[in-house]
């Protein structure tokens, strides 16, 4: 029988999907499951965008250029620059979803064996998406200790080697719902002109920022143009995650050039999800406010319940919708497939993100998990609620 190549057989699965058969079986066994598990939000898309689809006057789906629809380029482009930002469409190059953005940024960026130095914990996928690539993760350790704030400049270039060509971080962070200061972009920013590599900025969640903290922008640091890469997604401003439609901004146009050639492997983005993307720029503004604030209340509800229970900890999300949970317990993969298999309170159950899928150093984050506070203010009481009835029995059960 052929092998698989070597990629196939390393490719990491996905610590937010992988316990899902656990949770199909509970669900057939009649118990509820509280997804908190993964950052699929229950806000309604935006009804401009549903009503483009609706609306549809194309007669044939056709292809569009690789880079993206320039009536959407073009319109985005807008957007940016009601933010502030120094972009026009050709700046942008239009992808399928915010993970082919990463992954083509990588793509240009590395090549096989080189390092991309990533803060961990970190979002799970970048680990497979430099599988795919066959690049290295480094990563470098932020505590929960001080809520997971960058890394002391110095401890992250003395990670830089001959080999590293790229930083990444999410800002406002997933997993750990962290918001890089401008202090700690511009020291980033800094340290990649003097090295001479690239920094790649995850943007997607730059909307939901709370307590009066501000999301600075990537595209607003002055010096190393050419050497930032920000991404970005329609699927969390807009609760438009199924449609897949994500952007590559950059004022490096080797790095477009090479993405555009990439692009065209793969023909063009999704017709659909750039109509409705297009459509979803005319989002009012009272739509944000409404998100904005049930985010607020989810996030209080969420994070102060939590750490009412003994031994559990959480910072305060200063931004997205996520947080690392620490819990008294030695395994939190055992847990979270025990709450499962075996566990039920009041007739439902908890999906668990274990936290040690979004480290890249061995033994990390074995008592952390994640969770994402995107189901309503209800449901994330009851399955606190769920939790904290867990953690008493399974205690008794493994102590």
């Given amino acids: 029988?052929?092998?698989?190549?070597?990629?196939?057989?390393?490719?990491?699965?996905?610590?937010?999907?992988?316990?899902?058969?656990?949770?199909?079986?509970?669900?057939?066994?009649?118990?509820?499951?509280?997804?908190?598990?993964?950052?699929?939000?229950?806000?309604?898309?935006?009804?401009?965008?549903?009503?483009?689809?609706?609306?549809?006057?194309?007669?044939?789906?056709?292809?569009?250029?690789?880079?993206?629809?320039?009536?959407?380029k073009i319109k985005l482009s807008k957007y940016y620059q009601n933010l502030g930002l120094d972009v026009s469409s050709n700046?942008?190059?239009?992808?399928?979803?915010?993970?082919?953005?990463?992954?083509?940024?990588?793509?240009?960026?590395?090549?096989?064996e080189d390092e991309v130095i990533i803060p961990e914990p970190f979002y799970a996928n970048y680990n497979g998406?430099?599988?795919?690539?066959?690049?290295?993760?480094?990563?470098?350790?932020?505590?929960?200790?001080?809520?997971?704030?960058?890394?002391?400049?110095?401890?992250?270039?003395?990670?830089?080697?001959?080999?590293t060509k790229a930083i990444i971080i999410c800002n406002p962070n997933n997993p750990t719902g962290y918001l890089y200061s401008l202090k700690e972009l511009e020291e980033l920013n800094q340290l990649v002109i003097k090295h001479d590599i690239f920094l790649i900025v995850d943007e997607v969640y730059r909307e939901f920022c709370y307590d009066g903290n501000i999301h600075h922008s990537a595209l607003k640091l002055k010096g190393g143009e050419q050497n930032i890469i920000v991404i970005d997604s329609v699927s969390k401003r807009y609760s438009m995650c199924g449609v897949r439609l994500g952007t590559i901004i950059t004022k490096n146009i080797d790095i477009l050039d090479a993405a555009l050639r990439m692009g065209q492997a793969r023909l063009c983005p999704p017709l659909l999800a750039q109509i409705a993307g297009e459509a979803a720029l005319?989002?009012?503004?009272?739509?944000?406010?409404?998100?904005y604030n049930e985010y607020i209340e989810r996030r209080n509800?969420?994070?102060?319940?939590?750490?009412?229970?003994?031994?559990?900890?959480?910072?305060?999300?200063?931004?997205?919708?996520?947080?690392?949970?620490k819990l008294p317990i030695k395994s939190a993969d055992h847990f979270a497939k025990w709450l499962l298999e075996e566990f039920s309170y009041n007739g439902a159950t908890v999906m668990l993100a274990p936290a040690s899928g979004f480290y890249a150093t061995e033994g990390l984050g074995a008592n952390e998990v994640r969770i994402?506070?995107?189901?309503?203010?209800?449901?994330?009481?009851?399955?606190?609620?769920?939790?904290?009835?867990?953690?008493?029995?399974?205690?008794a059960l493994v102590d």
């Fill in 282 to 291: 005319d989002t009012p503004q009272s739509y944000f406010d409404q998100v």
């Fill in 129 to 163: 998406f430099a599988v795919e690539v066959g690049a290295k993760i480094v990563p470098i350790v932020s505590s929960i200790d001080n809520d997971f704030a960058l890394p002391e400049i110095a401890d992250i270039e003395s990670k830089i080697t001959d080999k």
């Fill in 372 to 395: 994402a506070y995107v189901l309503n203010k209800e449901d994330l009481i009851d399955a606190v609620k769920c939790i904290e009835a867990a953690l008493v029995e399974y205690k």
């Fill in 91 to 112: 700046d942008l190059l239009i992808t399928t979803g915010g993970s082919e953005a990463i992954v083509f940024a990588m793509l240009a960026c590395l090549n096989n």
């Fill in 301 to 325: 509800v969420t994070i102060n319940a939590l750490n009412k229970i003994e031994g559990v900890y959480s910072p305060m999300p200063k931004g997205a919708f996520y947080s690392i949970v």
């Fill in 1 to 72: 029988m052929p092998k698989l190549s070597y990629k196939a057989a390393t490719m990491p699965a996905s610590p937010i999907r992988k316990l899902a058969p656990f949770a199909e079986q509970a669900k057939a066994r009649g118990i509820k499951v509280f997804h908190l598990n993964i950052g699929q939000p229950d806000i309604e898309t935006p009804e401009v965008a549903l009503k483009a689809i609706h609306d549809i006057k194309q007669r044939i789906f056709a292809y569009t250029h690789s880079a993206g629809r320039e009536s959407y």
